[in-house]
Nanobody, 115 residues
């Protein structure tokens, strides 16, 4: 059974930092990009960052968020610095296949940034 399990969410003041982790299990993820989406209340889910052969970010988090990956542990991390209230959302880990295999999602982790 494929699972993506996030951890590390929480409440932080503006300007603070948090680190999310997502542990993937149940299959090989060697041909998958591992990354993050987020969904704020009343808004659509949006792309945040992903890492495969390269790493890419949405413009609003560039320079503040760092996405990294431990291939031995099938784990992806999102280090979030200089957090803003606008970063408040549920953050979802996603495994996206580059070969047409199914994609997978985690259950979500709440990030709340207070002003």
């Amino acid at each position: 059974q494929v699972q993506l399990v996030e951890s590390g969410g929480g409440l932080v003041q503006a300007g603070g930092s948090l680190k999310l982790s997502c542990a993937a299990s149940g299959r090989s993820f060697s041909h998958y990009d591992l990354g993050w989406y987020r969904q704020a209340p009343g808004k659509q889910r949006e792309f945040v960052a992903a890492i495969g052969g390269t790493t890419y970010y949405t413009d609003s988090v560039k320079g503040r968020f760092t996405n990294s990956r431990d291939n031995d542990k099938n784990t992806v991390f999102l280090q979030m610095n200089s957090l803003k209230p606008g970063d408040t959302a549920i953050y979802y880990c996603r495994a996206e296949s580059s070969l047409g295999s199914p994609d997978y999602w985690g259950q979500g982790a709440q990030i709340t940034v207070s002003s």
